[in-house]
């Protein structure tokens, strides 16, 4: 096989003249931190996901903190959530001085199973704080199973939706659903500021202790300080907070990726049709969960163990050989030093994270990846994986393996 000598990155943003030229327009403004173009890009975000509230921050862990301290949670609490998901999710509840408690995910998923949170909500240990769902990859947690426990029990649901915009389901935009939604808008994301994030929430109450505490517990925003015809300098310290807030430039860059998100679901979408179609019929791949409402953020493709006679790690050094990026998604954190130490966790404790962690591999999903690039990426994946299907290979007797013709050999 002649691997290509030009690198497939395993994401890449889409950044045209729009963007640019939004950014130039700030640089020349003679204002760059938060203000107008924010203000607009919160309004927009609004209206596209039909929410009353949107606050821009500067990051999608800020917003998750963000919403956790708005609702209280604080020393001692439990917050319910999934060991399978960046560490962003749960290094926010320590933030506050919370705990949280892990959830193992669904049998033929990644995301949390809702049997199991009920089992969890049933088990006496005391009313959690908060329920963090997380919409790994772009899946959709089943959110009306998880929001009947909520309203069951009590219990409020902050959505994870950094993988999620922009979705719509028949009950409203994945990160609308629950109490608080929170996006991302990092440099891989289905759109990007750069870094970056939203916050949304029906919540008037909450909305407005968010705006006060993403910007150091100031009762101003600062645009209204240099705005209006009361001196800058007068505002009070109400809380103590944080320095949360999105700048201009981020913004004005936000608003642009905005305009190109149903464009770009719709590439991410083409994309992941193809890869089904190829895959499918693979005994050693098992597909990602497919649904109708699907942002493709991530495409997790699983191995079979059994099926191949090479580990995920080697086919992923294998791809890499052959110029194709990947990444995968995620060592759970129960397997985490930190997590494992500070919970007395161990891998049984979560026996399907920890199974599907060791099964998969992402491969590149983002618009702008060329159809050469996608049937590359195809190909190779199954030249790698045919050579290496158990049951292609036949051992002669001198101990010889041998591969059936058509069987793509990779060396």
Not at 369 to 387: A, K, P, W
Request: aromatic fraction near 10%.
């Amino acid at each position: 096989m002649n691997y290509k000598t030009d690198f497939i990155p395993f994401a890449l943003p889409k950044i045209g003249e729009e963007e640019e030229a939004a950014a130039l327009r700030v640089l020349r403004s003679g204002w760059l931190t938060t203000g107008k173009e924010t203000q607009a890009f919160e309004r927009e975000f609004a209206a596209y996901v039909n929410a009353p509230h949107a606050a821009a921050v500067n990051s999608a862990t800020a917003g998750l903190h963000l919403a956790l301290e708005a609702l209280g949670v604080g020393p001692g609490d439990r917050v319910l959530t999934t060991p399978y998901t960046f560490t962003a999710t749960a290094e926010v509840i320590r933030y506050l001085g919370a705990h949280p408690v892990f959830v193992d995910i669904e049998p033929d998923g990644f995301n949390i199973d809702p049997e199991l949170l009920e089992r969890e909500l049933e088990s006496g240990n005391g009313k959690p704080a908060a329920i963090v769902p997380v919409h790994i990859g772009g899946q959709p947690c089943r959110m009306d199973r998880i929001l009947e426990l909520s309203r069951s029990y009590g219990v409020p649901v902050v959505e994870d939706a950094a993988h999620a915009f922009p979705v719509r389901t028949p009950d409203g935009y994945l990160g609308t659903l629950g109490e608080i939604g929170v996006y991302s808008f990092y440099a891989t994301k289905t759109i990007t500021t750069g870094e970056g994030g939203m916050l949304v929430t029906g919540n008037d109450e909450i909305a407005r202790r968010v705006r006060i505490m993403r910007l150091h517990g100031i009762d101003r925003e600062i645009w209204d300080r240099y705005t209006s015809k009361k001196p800058a300098w007068q505002y009070e310290v109400v809380e103590a907070g944080f320095k949360y807030n999105m700048t201009d430039l981020a913004a004005a860059i936000g608003r642009e990726q905005l305009r190109k998100a149903e464009a770009f679901l719709e590439e991410r979408r083409r994309i992941a049709a193809q890869y089904r179609a190829a895959f499918e019929d693979r005994e050693y791949l098992v597909l990602p969960p497919d649904t109708e409402h699907h942002a493709w953020h991530l495409f997790i493709l699983r191995l079979v163990p059994e099926k191949l006679s090479i580990g995920r790690d080697e086919f992923i050094e294998k791809l890499s050989e052959a110029g194709i990026g990947t990444s995968v998604h995620y060592i759970p954190l129960h397997l985490m030093p930190y997590y494992a130490r500070t919970y007395d966790l161990s891998p049984g404790d979560f026996p399907r994270s920890t199974a599907r962690f060791a099964e998969v591999m992402s491969l590149p999903i983002y618009p702008g990846l060329t159809q050469e690039r996608i049937l590359y990426i195809i190909r190779t994946v199954l030249q790698i994986g045919d050579h290496y299907y158990r049951s292609a290979v036949h051992v002669d007797k001198r101990g010889h393996s041998r591969h059936p013709e058509g069987s793509g050999q990779v060396h």
